[in-house]
């Protein structure tokens, strides 16, 4: 990987479309796949690609998760930078931060501009920007190599959806030379089939004027609402690079529990050892297409089912009580299903409650 780039890391998700799912949980951390957490794909994704290092982003509840990154991502080769916390973080736990430095941030392009100190410098070409709620794997190094070849002042990764998902997401529309021409954040009338895959670098210098312009202006304090469009109007060189394969954003708990379907479809939108390894990593796992007491779904080595499970995800920890009935769910880390219960279409939390989603839950019969 060239050096001179500087990787960030948006983690500032509450969770609060996730409903119970996101309950006492930042949404970065909310479980996947039965291998990993969200915030996994991007940090995973940053060590293939050769990254020594990621500057975490995040306010919210940021001692609870350099706590937990510190512990996971913390390996030879490879670190989460902390920011202003990182040094006295990592001199002991009497050192650690109680709250968070400076005003709060409002919004991506904030959490940019406040920790400028840690993200532009001499020794700074370039920054990338991560996010911590997709679910992709991809290889930053073409992305960097093509940015700095074509002189671009931002290049941003793409890809191709169906048009009526578009209004979701940053549309965006390129020349026939490839560079942007248009960009409109959750557009009422698409009028493209690209989007914004929410992940790009940046030419560290134009960025840093961008945001000193923007900083203390009437704006929303958004990379896609504020920085790109002024970046757009202002002329600068912008270039698209397409995302190929899977890559998905979780913006609800409805997404949530339908990519963990896909996952186990027919064609999986991921196989399951592209997934990080973070939960319980020391557990085996895999897609049973049939056995005892299973169909088609991802289960752990240390499942205890004496049920039934069916196109379903399962982390490590789980047990599903005798003549139960999982169909189209997930069950996070732990999950007990008592005997005789019938679920369908649900998320059955650590403590056992279930987030529903189509379908009553019922348990011996009766809806609770």
């Known amino acids: 990987m060239a050096e001179g780039v500087r990787a ?19 949404k970065p951390l909310v479980p996947y796949g039965g291998a990993c957490r969200l ?3 991007s940090l995973a994704n940053a060590d293939a690609s050769g990254l020594e290092e990621v500057l975490l982003l995040s306010q919210y509840e940021e001692r609870q998760l ?13 670190r989460v930078h902390f920011g202003p916390y990182d040094q006295g973080y990592r001199e002991g736990a009497g050192h650690r931060p109680a709250g968070p430095a400076g005003p709060p941030e409002r919004g991506t392009a904030d959490a940019l501009i406040r920790k400028a100190p840690y993200i532009f410098g001499p020794d700074t070409s370039d920054v990338l920007v991560l996010h911590a709620d997709h679910v992709y794997r991809f290889d930053y190094g073409p992305l960097i190599e093509r940015h700095r070849r074509t002189g671009a002042a931002l ?35 698409p009028t493209s089939d690209l989007v914004f895959a929410a992940f790009c670098v940046f030419d560290a210098a134009v960025l ?12 929303q304090h958004d990379i896609s609402r504020d920085v790109i469009p002024a ?7 912008i270039l698209g690079h397409e995302v190929p394969g899977h890559w998905e954003d979780i913006g609800t708990v409805d997404r949530y529990h339908r990519s963990h379907l896909a996952l186990v479809d027919s064609r999986p939108s991921l196989p399951l050892d592209r997934l990080p390894r973070t939960v319980r990593p020391g557990v085996a ?11 088609r779904s991802v289960v752990p080595a240390d499942l205890a089912n004496r049920g039934r499970i069916e196109r379903s995800v399962a982390f490590p920890g789980v047990r599903v009580g005798a003549g139960a009935i999982v169909r189209r769910s997930v069950l996070l880390p732990g999950a007990t299903v008592p005997a005789g219960a019938e679920i369908d279409s649900a998320i059955v939390l650590e403590d056992g409650s279930v ?11 009766a809806s609770v």
Do not use: C, N
Request: hydrophobic content about 35%.
């Open 231 to 237: 970046m757009l109007a202002g002329g600068e060189r």
């Open 355 to 365: 987030q529903q989603l189509e379908t009553p839950y019922t348990h011996g019969g």
């Open 8 to 26: 960030v890391l948006l983690a500032g998700g509450e969770g609060r479309r996730m409903g119970r799912l996101g309950h006492g949980r930042l």
């Open 39 to 41: 915030i996994d794909f």
């Open 285 to 295: 796992r895999g897609l049973v297409v049939s056995a005892p007491g299973i169909a």
């Open 208 to 219: 840093h004027r961008y945001l000193e312009k923007l900083d203390g202006s009437r704006w």
């Open 66 to 78: 350099m706590d937990d990154l510190y512990g996971t991502w913390w390996r030879p080769g490879f």
């Open 155 to 189: 290049t941003l990764a793409y890809q191709r959806i169906e048009r009526r998902y578009v209004h979701l997401f940053g549309m965006v529309e390129f020349d026939p030379s490839g560079q942007l021409t248009g960009f409109v954040e959750k557009p009422a009338e």
